[in-house]
């Protein structure tokens, strides 16, 4: 975990399958966190190491009636489903208060979403590509957040 004291990182509950978690169709591992329901976090593999972003999901929910888009997975569904999450950034500016917000699936499985053969009712992944460019455009966008939250400039 890079934006947490050891502390946080201590007190972390991990997802209870992750000794079953299947690499080769996630892009990233994405939970919420069971003993505390605003935290998540979220897990890439960079140059062969685990590299893990906790997250605060914001209390407030927005109405299931308007729709909204995940900033990562573009996946359209209800805005019930997506959650403004709180990344603190690593190094100074972190303890300064600096932080990366961005709205996000609110379990955190776009991996899943953007692997969906056909929209569902709800689940609208973006259209018009195939399921290895909305993979790819993915990894791309979980790379420039994990880069944000890294960052130490601003
Ligand atoms: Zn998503």
Redesign the pocket.
């Known amino acids: 975990m890079v934006n947490c004291s050891r502390g946080e990182a201590a007190s972390m509950t991990l997802p209870r399958e992750l000794a079953a978690v299947d690499w080769g169709t996630l892009d990233f591992l994405g939970w919420r966190d069971p003993k505390a329901p605003l935290r998540g976090y979220l897990v890439v593999w960079r140059d062969g190491k685990a590299v893990g972003v906790q997250l605060r999901a914001a209390e407030s929910k927005m109405s299931g009636r308007v729709a909204a888009m995940?900033s990562?997975?573009r996946?359209g569904q209800p805005a019930s489903n997506v959650s403004l999450f709180v990344a603190r950034r690593t190094g100074q500016a972190g303890r300064n208060g600096n932080t990366v917000g961005t709205y996000?699936?609110a379990d955190l499985v776009?991996c899943r979403?953007v692997r969906l053969d056909k929209p569902s009712a709800t689940l609208h992944p973006d259209p018009g590509l195939t399921i290895d460019e909305r993979v790819e455009r993915l990894r791309t966008r979980t790379d420039s957040f994990i880069d944000e939250v890294l960052s130490t400039v601003g």
């Open positions: 995940c990562l997975c996946t996000i699936c776009c979403n």
